[in-house]
């Protein structure tokens, strides 16, 4: 089946510090990849949306400038955390499409600011 | 605007039994697909099972099966002889636009937590 590799699967770092977390597509070409968060105990809420060589669609309410998407390439996406803070801290998951399978979540990040 | 409407947050079953989890779903678009994940405590997203709004018969994936109702605008998941790695979080999803395309987004209902008990 379909693997999509993200790494780093848990992350610390200090406030004020950048973190940027890759989602690769191991045996596919990911045109699309789709970004969410999930808080504790919460859902899986949609960040934004990505297509190989296109800026990214951010939905309402997420910073464009703090969580930077580049997906440069059909088999890597990457989101940058930007001056993070502890309020940032959150689950981290992506998700590509252009698989047979549908859609492909990696394993997902969990991100903790100091 | 799509929504997505799970209104049990935690369920606990005995080990063997069936149970149903609800969802509930409203769209105006008529081409849609809905989705259920379980989530584990590991943070993994398992997929488990998909109907297409135009798919004629329920899905069925083993002991997983999507009880759909297109007029009440539901798509129950039954889960027939519970184990307990059953025990998880399991999500209720739906992406607007043809069923068969994974272009779209999809959106997530805000979850039950499932509890076997031995």
């Known amino acids: 089946g379909a693997v999509v590799s993200q790494h780093p699967s848990r992350v610390i770092c200090k406030s004020g510090t950048s973190v940027k977390i890759e989602c690769r597509s191991l045996d596919f070409q990911a045109t699309t990849m789709f970004w969410y968060r999930q808080f504790p105990k919460q859902s899986l809420m949609l960040m934004a949306t990505?297509?190989?060589?296109?800026?990214?669609?951010?939905e309402q309410g997420v910073e464009k400038d703090k969580f930077l998407i580049n997906h440069a390439s059909l088999t890597l996406s990457t989101l940058t955390v930007t001056s993070a803070h502890p309020e940032d801290s959150s689950f981290y998951i992506c998700s590509a499409t252009g698989s047979p399978y549908g859609y492909t979540f990696g394993s997902g990040t969990r991100l903790t600011v100091v | 605007a799509q929504k997505i409407t799970q209104t049990q947050p935690g369920m606990f079953v005995q080990e063997k039994e069936a149970v149903t989890l609800d969802c509930t779903y409203d769209?105006?678009?008529?081409?849609?697909?809905l989705f259920w994940y379980k989530q584990p405590s590991s943070g993994e997203m398992i997929f488990l099972i998909y109907q297409g709004s135009y798919d004629q018969q329920n899905a069925t994936e083993g002991r997983y099966s999507l009880n759909f109702q297109k007029a009440r605008k539901s798509a129950n998941l039954v889960i027939s002889a519970s184990q307990l790695g059953d025990s998880a979080m399991y999500f209720c999803?739906?992406?607007?636009?043809?069923?068969?395309?994974?272009?779209?987004?999809?959106?997530f209902g805000s979850g039950t937590r499932l509890s076997i008990r031995p």
């Open positions: 769209t105006s678009d008529p081409s849609y697909g």
């Open positions: 999803a739906m992406r607007e636009g043809n069923p068969y395309s994974s272009a779209s987004k999809i959106i």
């Open positions: 990505s297509n190989e060589g296109s800026k990214a669609t951010y």
